[in-house]
DNA sequence: GTATAGTGCAACCGTTGAGTTGCGCATGCT
DNA sequence: AGCATGCGCAACTCAACGGTTGCACTATAC
């Protein structure tokens, strides 16, 4: 799995995905708790949520007969580290973000 | 073109094109240029710089019989601001650049 | 004028991605 | 025990993506 800051990039291309993320928040949600909230299956829900696992964004616990999927900060940390790396160069607001990130990530 | 955050994120997604961006630099480049430094052919690069250029991270200056490339930043300002107002909430680091960004786009 | 470097289509191929349906397994409730 | 709920796997369709080859057009250089 080598490319985690294109993976992460990948998985947030998707606006299912991004919805999901925002959906879930801090406390987490189930496969079936989106899908209700989305106008896809649970099954395509559960695809990307096995997505976003594996790109790191997000992890899975199990408690019952439910699994709860929970946010992992530190990849969306790692994509705006690049982003600020790329573009602070030559953009002043980006430049600014740079002295709070302080990542040296080159692709 | 609907939903410009998703489309920079699917720009960002390839790793040929994070690396053409990361050499564009402030100068920007030609798309001979680019082929010149990666492991593809010119056209699989121009392709690319239509999707840049598609996202609206990159923007066109024809002189002469050269295209050169150049970024337009807002784009991956608007990306890092979807990514700061979606993590945030539970993430002091993120939380700490969204006073820089101050956006307020949901997907 | 002729050659050459740079660009821009267009067609084609293999792979991946999003989404669906269908079925089976496990957990919890009564 | 029996039923319902939630999850996981597998197969399939359809469209988009990354990359290639081939050709035509334009502008500079000789």
């Known amino acids: 799995m080598t490319d985690p800051v294109g993976a992460t990039f990948a998985a947030l291309a998707d606006p299912s995905r991004r919805r999901m993320l925002s959906l879930m928040g801090g406390s987490g949600a189930t496969a079936t708790e989106l899908a209700r909230e989305l106008p896809i299956t649970r099954q395509a829900v559960a695809k990307h949520l096995s997505q976003l696992a594996s790109a790191g964004l997000v992890a899975p616990t199990r408690q019952g007969r439910e699994t709860r999927y929970r946010i992992t900060p530190e990849p969306l940390e790692d994509a705006v ?4 790396q ?3 160069e030559w953009d002043d607001r980006l430049a600014r973000l740079g002295a709070y990130v302080g990542g040296d990530r080159t692709a």
Chains 1, 2 share one sequence.
Request: proline letters at 0%.
């Open 86 to 88: 790329a573009g602070g």
């Open 81 to 84: 580290a690049w982003i600020v």
